[in-house]
């Protein structure tokens, strides 16, 4: 990496699919890597293959729509790990289904995980980026941001956290901050799985159904969304920030 000090970055939502692909990316990028998931003991894998590979990482056990347990996540990280300036808001929850079935409590479900999530997450460390002059923040949309059937809570969620991070890309800029979003098309993780599940569609039938309909023909992995997050956290994506890249193997209209 460019600078002599180690960044320390936190990844939401780390213990699995794109999380766990950020954190190792991270990890290789140089950075001391937080593992945040709900369980603790969840994020053992991705800290045992950073770990592995000579990097440094820690497992901490958060509740990112909890305003206490991400204090005190946040406060843990900075002091067994250092300050973070690298946040990417991967956390997520899919509660799916047509309007008229959905629950109050699957809206509010996903809200609290997404949108008050990246919410709490970014206000306790944007402090620690502020004295550093220095930070990242990523936040995960969605190509169903742009509307999916099925999915009103999560669009209506993924679509609210590109004007959060337009938002903060305006308010953090002068204090050496940039705030991006990546929009993930169809990649393969236990979240389309599930999708999968809920249209009854055998999850290899569903990939290969979405692969004909993107244009590099191929659905994505975890590991291309984590290439995208590693740009935006660098330091030579300075002069990036405020923007939304849709990674989906083509253009979505």
Known sequence: MSTTEQRVAIVTGGARGIGAATAVRLAEEGRAVAVLDLDESACKDTVEKITAAGGKALAVGCDVSDPEQVEAAVARVA????????????????????????????????????????????????????????????????????????????????????????????????????????????????????????????????QAAAATQIPVQRVGRPEDIANAIAFFTGDAAGFVSGQVMYVAGGPLN
């Not at 990246?118 to 550093?132: G, I, N, P, S, W």
């Not at 169809?186 to 599930?194: G, L």
Request: aromatic share 8%; proline share 2%.
């Open 79 to 206: 002091e067994e790990l250092g300050a973070p300036t690298i946040l990417v808001n991967n956390a997520g929850v899919l509660r799916d289904n047509l309007l008229f079935k959905m629950s109050d409590s699957d809206w509010d479900t996903v809200m609290n995980v997404h949108l008050k999530g990246a919410f709490l997450m970014t206000r306790a460390c944007q402090k620690h980026m502020v004295d550093a002059q220095f930070g990242r923040v990523v936040n995960l949309s969605s190509s169903s941001a742009l509307g999916n059937r099925g999915q009103v809570n999560y669009s209506a969620a993924k679509a609210g956290l590109q004007g959060f991070t337009k938002t903060l890309a305006k308010e953090l800029g002068k204090f050496g901050v940039t705030a991006n979003s990546v929009a993930p098309g169809f990649i393969v993780t236990e979240m389309t799985a599930s999708t999968a599940a809920r249209v009854g569609m055998d999850f290899e039938e569903f």
